[in-house]
Each structure stands twice: as structure tokens, then as C-alpha cells.
């Protein structure tokens, strides 16, 4: 009987008071289902001490050990930092911190940044203000527009609201690569030689129209790897970040200097023991491995992969707007977090957007991230096609070591996760198909 008293005196509480309560509640829940899970991956991380059998030939003690206690302190810091913003977020909403700060300034502007590896504060700093610059002229002018159209747009104004964003999104993804990301990075075309060509081949094959292949300068912000392609129609470029490619890394030629060795090939002439020791740190891959990162990319691509997720990306965007139009007009919604008085539109898109539709947009994350580790193991298919299997096969072992990926995923964490399948899993797909 208490349970049911207790319920129905919920029930009997003002709308807006159930709908404080439901949106905490639900905050709450998702931070300690976040933590069960993170705590589950870090005992992987503390009892997993050994390389496991799978591994045991191509990855070395000291990369695994490195690898683990790396993920181990970045656990610690995502515990902390966890707990600090769910309880900063939880005292903001009780003490009624939001009307407060819109009151404050009148207007809500944000940024945040994390640069994994830079070399120096200057860098940090130079690089944090160019980012702060650029975000906000792009976001005050199409935040400023979005509410114009808003405004004005009468009883469809969700119809115009979305195909604004979608215009604006195709704009940035066109712009991105040739205006914005050389305002952080310096690009420098792939110079004539075998793997250009081999690159070429290779596009030329899958029908890929591409027209130029550049290199990006990413080591001197973080020593991961990567590689992707852009561009609408007939106008594709592909991009390697300098990491991926062995030949280019500024690790390896640091390595090379600190071991005395001379940049001979395949180490002719050098002693067993720096052999050995430059092979287990050496950074990027060599050129056939990256070929088959490329397939696996292409792949994506061929298999209409990047199609397929902007059109989810679009629909969920309409369907966002639309609900939004149902709900931008409930008062209870605005009176739950202070709000009695006025009903401020960036106010409505900042409790709908981030509060409102948190459950869905936990539901919608959770299935993007199933369909995309399916899209992955189809990429990997398609590279094996292509005939890169062993090439890939050791191209991601590699890529996991730079990274300091640990090879090792608790199931429940990695599937609520890992948008890419854990490392083992793609390896023993691979290692079927080389079977087959």
C-alpha cells in the first residue's frame, strides 16, 4: 500500500514538478548505468596483465603494459570528471541555475576542447583560441538564424528549421576540409610516387572518383592514426594523417637518431637487438597496410555506408524538429526548470533538445552504434575482397598499438561503446577470411 500511496501522490504532484523529477531521475540513472559499466571495463583493465594467446606473437609485453596503464589513469580521470558534472549539473537544476545564468548574460554560448597529446601550452593555447574563433562565427550567425526562422516560420516553421540545418550541414562538410581544418593542421599532397600510384589503382578499380590524396601533418597534436576520404559527386579526396604512414612519421625518425641507425632498407646492416627494438616502436604502417586502411575506407563508401547515415542522420533531425514544434508550446515544460513567466526559444531548444529527448537520444545512440560496428565488419569484408586481409589484419594491430588501444573489452561495455567492434573480434573475422 505505501508504494502505491507514494505513487499516487506523484501522480498528484503539478505537471511540472513530475517532469523536474522524471528528467533528474533519468540523468541519474544513466550517469550510474554509465559507471556499473566503466567499472566493469577497468577490472579488465587491473586483472588482464598478460598478452592474451591471440596476440601473443604480434604485440610485446612493454606495448600491452603501456596500453593498460594508460586506459587505467584515463578510467581514473573519466570517473572524476563523471562525478563532478553530473553533480555540477544536478545543483544547477535544484537551485534553479539555469534562469539564473539567462537572466546573467541573456544568452547561452559554450565551448569546449581536449587535445589528447599536444606538445607545448603555447600550442594548447593558440590552438584553443583559433577553435573558440572559428566556432563562434559559425555558431552565433546560424544559432541567430535557426531562431529567426523559428520566429517567423508559422505553424510549419519545423519544415524550414530542418532544411536549414540541413543546407548548413552540407555547407560545413563541403568547406571543412579546404577552409577549415588548414586553419589547424597543414595538408601537403601525397608526392608522385608507388603508393600514390598504387592508391590510384586501387580507385580507379571500385570506380572511386578520386582527384587528389593529401597528407596531414597530425602528429604535432596527438600520435593517433587515421585516414578518410571527403567531397560530394565526382570530386573525392583522400586524406592519411602523416601517423598512419611509416615513411613519414616524425616518431620513426626520432627512433632512428636515439638507436643510431642509418635509414637503410629493411635495416640492412644493423645489429639484431636495434632491429628488434625499433620494429616495436615504430609508428605507422607500410604502404601495402595502408592500402588496405584505404579498402577497408573505400568500402564504406562503395557499400553506401555514408549515404545510409546521412540520410538517418536527416530524419532524425526532421523528427527532432517536429517534436519540437509539439512541445515548444507546453508551459510546464518551461515552469519545470524555472521558467513561469517567459518561454525564451533557445530556452525551449536547450530543455527539449538536451533534457526532454535524453531517453531517446540514449535509445538512438545505443542502435547507431550496433548498425555502425555492422558497417565496419562490412568494410573489413569489403577490403578482404579487395584482397587486403593479411595486409589489414596486421595494418590493425598496428593502429591499435599506436593508438594504445587495449585489446582487451568486457562484452557489456563494449557493446553499450564501441561504435568499432573490439580489436579481437575484427581480427578473428579476418582471420576467417584469410581461411576461406
Known sequence: MGMWASLDAMWEMPAEKRIFGAVLLFSWTVYLWETFLAQRQ?????????????????????????????????????????????????????????PYLWRLSGRFCGYAGFGPEYETLGFFMKDAVKKFIVTQCILLPVSSLLLYIIKIGGDYFFIYAWLFTLVVSLVLVTIYADYIAPLFDKFTPLPEGKLKQEIEVMAKSIDFPLTKVYVVEGSKRSSHSNAYFYGFFKNKRIVLFDTLLEEYSVLNKDILEESGMEPRKDGEGDSEEIKAKVKNKKQ????????????????????????????????????????????????????????????????????????????????????LTVLSRRFEFQADAFAKKLGKANDLYSALIKLNKDNLGFPVSDWLFSMWHYSHPPLLERLQALENSKQD
Open 284 to 367: 605507422g604502417c607500410k604502404n601495402e597496410e595502408v592500402l588496405a586502411v584505404l579498402g577497408h575506407e573505400l568500402g564504406h563508401w562503395k557499400l553506401g555506408h555514408t549515404v545510409k547515415n546521412i540520410i538517418i542522420s536527416q530524419m532524425n533531425s526532421f523528427l527532432c524538429f517536429f517534436l519540437f514544434a509539439v512541445l515548444i508550446g507546453r508551459k510546464e515544460l518551461f515552469a519545470a526548470f524555472g521558467f513561469y513567466t517567459s518561454q525564451p526559444t533557445l530556452i525551449g531548444l536547450l530543455i527539449i533538445f538536451q533534457f526532454i529527448f535524453s531517453p531517446y537520444n540514449e535509445v538512438l545512440s545505443f542502435c
Open 42 to 98: 577497468r577490472r579488465i583493465y587491473k586483472t588482464t596483465t598478460r598478452v592474451p594467446p591471440e596476440l601473443g606473437q604480434i604485440m610485446d609485453s612493454e606495448t600491452f603494459e603501456k596500453s593498460r596503464l594508460y586506459q587505467l589513469d584515463k578510467s581514473t580521470f573519466s570517473f572524476w570528471s563523471g562525478l563532478y558534472s553530473e553533480i555540477e549539473g544536478t545543483l544547477i537544476l535544484l537551485f534553479g541555475g539555469i
